[in-house]
């Protein structure tokens, strides 16, 4: 099993930018792929991005591609989301999450879950 901590959430305006980072223990964070998931009030959960376990492959929802960037520093078994060029549609609780399989393609199926953090993008 896996811990994840977030942090790294706030208020920033358009156009701002800010990192979210996850940090794991209980296990090394190099045995898991992670994803980064997002949920804004009234909507359900969306996956947003992904890295593989050496972070040498990411994949990235269409609204996000080009602003949002997924990096890992397996010493810190830290994994990161850097987000860039923020607009009020990416204002959301954001959660990091972790697996043993990598298939970018199925977005389900994260056993492990960090508490979430806010990002709130104002006008």
């Known amino acids: 099993q896996v811990q994840l901590v977030q942090s790294g959430g706030g208020l920033v305006q358009v156009g701002g930018s800010l990192r979210l980072s996850c940090v794991a223990s209980?296990?090394?964070?190099?045995?898991?792929?992670m994803g980064w998931f997002r949920q804004a009030p009234g909507k359900e959960r969306e996956f947003v991005g992904s890295i593989n376990t050496s972070g040498t492959r990411t994949y990235y929802t269409d609204s996000v591609k080009g602003r949002f960037t997924i990096s890992r520093d397996n010493a810190k078994n830290t994994v990161y989301l850097e987000m860039n060029n923020l607009s009020p549609l990416d204002t959301a609780v954001y959660y990091c999450a972790a697996r043993q399989f990598w298939d970018p393609t199925i977005v389900t199926d994260y056993p492990y879950w960090g508490q979430g953090t806010q990002v709130t993008v104002s006008s």
């Open positions: 209980g296990n090394t964070l190099s045995r898991y792929n």
